[in-house]
């Protein structure tokens, strides 16, 4: 579990994170969303210590991160999996080399032992023979793929991810999407996502931060957001007409004002 305590962040006098306070919880994927600016990339960098809060803390499993030293702060790291924007595979390596990386950095396991964990993993994510392919030579969804395996290969607690459907396709976002949600359950990481794609959100929102201008303007589930009354929150999910239009059938519907598809037919003659 991770709890943020009142966490305020500003840059040159200008506040982008404003008294923020939330619980991410544990076997759950948090999601934190909003528009660009909304200060929620600026939100994940608080959390995992690259940007010191100017107010309140941050507690992984009862322990503050803002307050930890140096030694604490890598022990912790190594509890945290991040899957990057990009992937941000290393070009040069081979999918295998690329998961193995952590095992190299941070264990010492023998040989054997890093080809099977490393094994282990790319079975999780479907990936088992690719080994020895290089990034150039496999798709986005399968690179997303791999940035997973590597992210998992230390069985973290802390899973996060930043804008993990970027440049892909609403197709391969939903496998994406659903192994996020897989192995979180799976392996009982709390999981913290930003993102900005609605299909996510529905899809595996089981916690949703809405930042609004730097503040959490609201919380709760993807069950919960189709019947949100928040303003800047509907006004940002339902930006298209079409979408407004969609969550008035869905409230109809589970009003049960639509039974069948002849009431449908009824209603759109
Ligand atoms: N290092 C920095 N120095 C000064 N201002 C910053 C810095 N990082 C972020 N900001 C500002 O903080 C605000 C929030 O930015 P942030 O990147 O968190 O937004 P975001 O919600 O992640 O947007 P996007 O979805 O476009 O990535 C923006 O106005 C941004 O310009």
Redesign the pocket.
């Known amino acids: 579990m991770i709890e943020i305590k009142n966490i305020s962040k500003g840059?040159?006098g200008?506040t982008?994170i404003d008294n923020v306070s939330a619980t991410l919880e544990t076997g759950k994927c948090n999601l934190i969303i909003?528009?660009?600016?909304?200060?929620?990339?600026?939100?994940m960098k608080c959390l995992i210590g690259l940007f010191e809060p100017d107010a309140g803390e941050v507690l992984y499993d009862g322990d503050s991160i803002t307050n930890m030293n140096e030694e604490g702060r890598k022990q912790l790291r190594q509890q945290i999996g991040m899957l990057f924007q990009g992937s941000a595979l290393f070009d040069s390596m081979t999918v295998e080399q690329n998961v193995m990386f952590p095992l190299d950095m941070f264990t010492k396991l023998n040989l054997k032992q890093k080809h099977e964990k490393v094994n282990e993993v790319l079975a999780r994510v479907n990936l088992t023979g690719a080994n020895d392919k290089y990034p150039a030579e496999i798709s986005g969804g399968m690179k997303k793929r791999v940035g997973i395996a590597r992210a998992i290969v230390l069985n973290p607690k802390f899973l996060f991810c930043d804008e993990p459907n970027s440049g892909l396709d609403p197709k391969t976002s939903l496998v994406i999407d659903k192994l996020i949600k897989e192995i979180t359950t799976e392996f009982g990481m709390t999981t913290v996502v930003?993102t900005?794609d609605m299909n996510s959100v529905m899809e595996i929102g089981d916690n949703i931060i809405f930042?609004h201008q730097?503040h959490k303007e609201w919380e709760g589930s993807n069950k919960d957001i189709i019947f949100s009354k928040n303003e800047e929150l509907n006004k940002f999910i339902f930006a298209s007409d079409f979408l407004q239009d969609a969550k008035d059938m869905r409230m109809l519907e589970a009003k049960g004002k639509i039974k069948t598809d002849r009431d449908m037919d009824e209603m759109t003659k």
């Open positions: 840059f040159n200008r982008v909003g528009a660009s600016g909304s200060g929620k990339t600026v939100m930003n900005h930042m730097g």
